[in-house]
């Protein structure tokens, strides 16, 4: 008499999680998306303000109350 | 998996800026204008007859509509970028956690250094508050403080690690808290004052608004939170975005 091996585990296993991705894998990822998430984050949070890559302040005018409104330094 | 990490990661932080800009509209932007009314009031005072200001290329209500969604919404979606890119470096190295319990965590510590330990030394201000001249110091110790904040932070889970299988988990958790609590004390007094309210500017208008101010950013990292841990579950047990759990004992497709 054997109890019913092998059933399906209907519910999430509940074994330690283990990484989905290698560090050498991510490595990459975090470079350049890092770069590119940063350059958005800068341009809402500090363009035209205390540093500036475009003349004028489109840039500055156009995020200006979102800059304020997420708590950014601004005017 | 990291590209579909990613994919998700900003996709959530879409769905939380769409939200987030609906409260900073509706909530935010009346402090605003009430804001701008005080300084143009002030200014008509003291304006020189004849020396009128040049029309402004973008309006009040593209800043106030398009202007503040494309602000809000660019920034939520890049904070769901990093916050895949941390899920992944984290999941399975750091703690126990599931794929949710992960992203709340990372949230969590996420909202409380990147936004409660900066505005409790420099809070957000709305228009016609600061000077124009010490907006470079201001933005500058405002993202030192960011900085320190997530150093603090990850020395705290260290600490928590550490203690965890010696103390337990809930006082190495205590002990992670404090750890951070008197790293931000510090900085809050040796970083510099600034204080630029001036002096009979209405208090309620700075109440409201700094509450809108914390009201985005709530909204932002709670929803955000919500949205990518469900997707990042999924991502993780090999699921598509929309299959309803279990369905990937049909469609076994490993995921990119
Ligand atoms: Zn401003």
């Known amino acids: ?75 | 998996m990291m590209r579909t990490l990613l994919v998700r990661g900003m996709l959530a932080g879409l769905l939380a800026g769409v939200l987030a800009f609906l409260w900073a509209h509706l909530v935010g932007e009346p402090p605003v204008r009430a804001a701008i009314a005080v300084e143009e009031a002030a200014a008509a005072k003291t304006a020189v007859t004849g020396a009128a200001e040049e029309a402004p290329a973008i309006t009040r209500s593209t800043q106030e509509t398009w202007g503040l969604g494309v602000g809000v919404v660019l920034f939520s979606v890049a904070i769901g970028g990093f916050l895949a890119l941390v899920f992944a470096m984290v999941y399975g190295r750091v703690g126990v956690l599931r794929a949710r319990g992960t992203v709340l965590a990372i949230c969590a510590i996420g909202f409380v250094a990147i936004v409660l330990a900066p505005l409790t030394k420099y809070p957000a201000n709305p228009p016609a508050v600061g000077s124009g001249d010490t907006i470079d110091e201001r933005t500058g110790f405002f993202f030192v403080l960011v900085m320190i904040a997530l150093a603090a932070a990850v020395a705290a889970v260290r600490l928590g690690r550490q203690l965890a299988p010696r103390i337990g988990a809930g006082n190495a958790l205590a002990a992670a808290v404090l750890l951070f609590v008197v790293l931000i004390g510090v900085a809050h007094v040796a970083l510099p004052a600034q204080n630029e309210v001036r002096a009979g500017f209405p208090p309620q208008v700075l109440w409201d608004f700094r509450l809108a101010n914390l009201g985005t950013q709530a909204i932002l990292w709670s929803a955000l939170a919500f949205g990518f841990g469900l997707a990042a579950e999924a991502a993780v047990e090999g699921r598509p975005l929309l299959a309803r759990r279990g369905a990937g004992e049909r469609a076994t497709v490993p995921s990119r």
């Not at chain 1, 109890?3 to 991510?26: C, D, H, I, K």
């Not at chain 1, 303000?49 to 004028?56: D, E, I, K, N, R």
């Open chain 1, 1 to 75: 008499m054997s109890t019913p091996a092998a059933v399906e585990p209907r519910t999430a296993p509940t074994t330690v999680p283990v990484p989905v991705v290698s560090l050498r894998g991510l490595l990459p990822y975090w470079i350049f998306a890092g770069i590119v998430l940063m350059l958005a984050i800068y341009f809402v949070g500090a363009e035209e303000g205390a540093t500036s890559v475009f003349a004028g302040s489109n840039v500055h005018e156009l995020v200006h109350d979102a800059r304020h409104l997420l708590g950014f330094p601004c005017h």
